[in-house]
Each structure stands twice: as structure tokens, then as C-alpha cells.
């Protein structure tokens, strides 16, 4: 059996019992061993025909930096997010613009973009309710600070501290959910601005896979199969 390599603290600090399992190679029984939490929560999938659970229990939530306090994510999440924050020195300039979301917002936010600005845009950016990373508490939209933030589509660059912000994410958890060229597999269009956090080591796993959520809970199944975990 293998072992991930953890080499800076705030992984080590993430994934406490380091052990080296080399990518590729993770068998599913990983995951759901005893000692380990389980696959479930951080890498629940929820797309338009993944609906969430209900009813769900409401994640333990905490705001995800002092100056924004309405923005809500999941404790872990939210620590990750401000851990990653610090670290890349952002000093403001990138901020949340949105976070957990009750049914009742993902709703509001469905019907006034569709209103606004059409259902085909809606279809393409915004969830449909019961359908939203945004109700988990595990999902943040993030802007690069600018007086107009745009709610629904914010601007995140791919260079400065947007780009920093995108290359460290996943050694703190972080992947980007919906990005461009794998449209065809998450449903919902490229968005620079929306990240999951789904911890480690599987952040780091995705990334250096090329694999969205979909795929990724699917290699895992499949390698888990093949290894007759
Ligand atoms: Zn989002």
C-alpha cells in the first residue's frame, strides 16, 4: 500500500495521519476505513441529477472572513478558505461574494437571474434549487476586489492573486468545480469563480488526475472495483 506525500504544514495539518498513497493507485477502502472519515460529506456530488438529500441537516457554519460576516461556509471549509487567504498574502484583494445559500436563496437567486437576465443565461450559471454546491456549504464564489462585483458571473483572473489563489487551492482542499473544457461533463458553464472544497488528499488527487467531481467519484468507485476494495 501506498502513501500521498504531504509536504507543506498546512497539508500535513489537513490530512492528519499522513500516510503515501501513490496518485493513482487510492483504493476506495481509503476512504471509508473506520479511522478515516467517510467519503460521504466533502465528496457529496451535487449536480442537476444529484439533487441534494432531504431534508438536510444544516452544515455547522462560520463566516468565512471578518469583514464579510454574512458569508457563510462550513466550519472546516471556511478555516481552509481563510488559511488559504492568509497565506497567499490576498490583503483584500480577493473577496467572497457568495457562500452557503438556503433552498429559499438558491431560489430567490434562480427566479430574480431569471428574470433579469433570461432563463437560457440561468440555465447556464445558476443551479436549479436543490441542486446547488452553494446549499452543502461547501461551495464560495470569489471576486477580485473592484467597486461592481457582478453576483452571478464575478470576475476571477487567471493571473495576479486570482492566479496565485487558483494554483495553491488545491493543496488546502479547494478544486475548481466548473471549469471550461469539462462543460459537457458538470452541466453548468465555465466559472472561473467557484470553488468546492473537498479536502484532502482528493483536491490534490483531482488536480493532478484532470478530473471533476463527476469523474472523480467514479475513478474512485472504479479503482476501488478493480482492486477489489
Ligand atoms: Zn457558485
Known amino acids: 500500500m501506498g502513501r500521498v506525500y504531504i509536504q507543506s504544514e498546512n497539508r500535513r495539518k ?8 501513490p496518485l493513482g493507485t487510492v483504493m476506495l477502502g481509503d476512504f471509508f476505513s473506520k479511522d ?3 467519503l460521504g460529506e466533502r465528496l457529496m456530488l451535487v449536480n442537476a441529477s444529484h439533487p441534494i438529500p432531504q431534508p438536510m441537516n444544516r452544515p455547522s457554519l462560520i463566516p ?6 454574512e ?3 462550513e466550519e472546516t471549509a471556511a478555516q481552509a478558505l481563510k488559511r488559504l487567504l492568509r497565506d497567499i498574502g490576498s490583503g ?24 433579469e437576465r433570461g432563463i437560457d443565461f440561468t440555465r447556464k450559471y445558476v443551479a436549479v434549487p436543490g441542486c446547488s454546491e452553494h446549499e452543502t456549504g461547501l461551495a464560495i464564489d470569489l471576486a477580485e476586489n473592484a467597486p461592481d462585483i457582478d453576483f452571478i458571473c464575478p ?5 495576479g ?16 468545480r466548473y471549469p471550461k473544457d469539462k462543460q459537457d461533463v458538470t452541466g453548468i458553464g465555465n466559472e472561473p469563480w467557484h470553488f468546492r472544497y473537498v479536502g484532502m488528499p482528493h483536491a490534490l488527487i483531482m488536480q493532478r488526475e484532470g478530473l471533476v467531481l463527476e469523474e472523480y467519484v467514479d475513478w474512485l ?3 476501488g472495483r478493480q482492486k477489489g476494495a
Not at 14 to 21: I, T, W
Request: charged share 30%; with cysteine.
Open 71 to 73: 458569508i457563510l461556509m
Open 92 to 115: 483584500g484583494r480577493i473577496v467572497p461574494v457568495s457562500g452557503w445559500r438556503s433552498h429559499e436563496e438558491q431560489q430567490k437567486i434562480w427566479d430574480d437571474t431569471a428574470a
Open 36 to 38: 478515516r472519515e467517510p
Open 14 to 21: 489537513e490530512y492528519k495521519e499522513s500516510r503515501e498513497v
Open 221 to 223: 468507485e472504479k479503482g
Open 155 to 159: 470576475e476571477f483572473p487567471e493571473t
Open 161 to 176: 492573486i486570482c492566479g496565485l489563489f487558483r494554483r495553491m487551492a488545491p493543496y488546502y482542499g479547494f478544486v475548481l
Open 64 to 69: 468565512v472572513c471578518d469583514e464579510y460576516p
